[in-house]
């Protein structure tokens, strides 16, 4: 039998940021004991990048709202997000890490170092997003 949690988050940036993010997932890992502490630090780590991502760059100075859900089984852990922000210009094939003194170009390449699936795609006004990580047995 599959022990299956959904979680979801609803946001506003401006004021909300990455704090709210991790605050979510204290209730999410309350609710799936059974992660562990691996899975559950690279499972966050890149959906808070995410998020980040989200707010610097999609916000083009008007905020936006972002919904968050999360779902958390037996042998999975996926995210999916959605933000009102602008379309981004993404590139989510291989490519090699910047430069240590280039200030950007990583965190895409750290979530999907982290995850085992990183999707994106443009439906309409909104961006969607997909984060998707394998449990350690």
């Known amino acids: ?4 949690h959904i979680h979801s988050m609803f946001m506003t940036s401006p004021p909300d940021d ?3 993010v991790h605050e979510f997932l204290e209730q999410v890992w ?8 691996m899975d559950r630090f690279g499972f966050e780590t890149a959906l808070v990048e995410l998020a980040a991502n989200i707010f610097r760059h999609a916000d083009i100075g008007n905020g936006l709202e972002c919904n968050v859900r999360v779902e958390t089984g037996d042998k999975r852990i996926v995210a999916l997000l959605t933000d009102s ?4 210009n993404i ?4 490519a090699d ?3 240590e ?3 950007n170009g990583r965190g895409l390449l750290l979530i999907k ?3 085992d699936e990183l999707h994106y795609e443009r439906q309409g006004e909104v961006n969607q997003w997909r984060i998707s990580k394998k449990l350690v047995p």
Do not use: Q, S, W
């Not at 309350?30 to 502490?37: F, N, W």
């Not at 590139?91 to 291989?94: I, K």
């Open 85 to 88: 922000g602008a379309k981004g």
């Open 97 to 99: 890490m910047p430069d």
């Open 1 to 4: 039998m599959v022990d299956t």
């Open 113 to 115: 170092a982290l995850v």
């Open 30 to 37: 309350e609710d799936a004991p059974t992660i562990g502490m």
């Open 91 to 94: 590139y989510l094939g291989d």
């Open 18 to 20: 990455v704090n709210r």
């Open 101 to 103: 003194m280039e200030e």
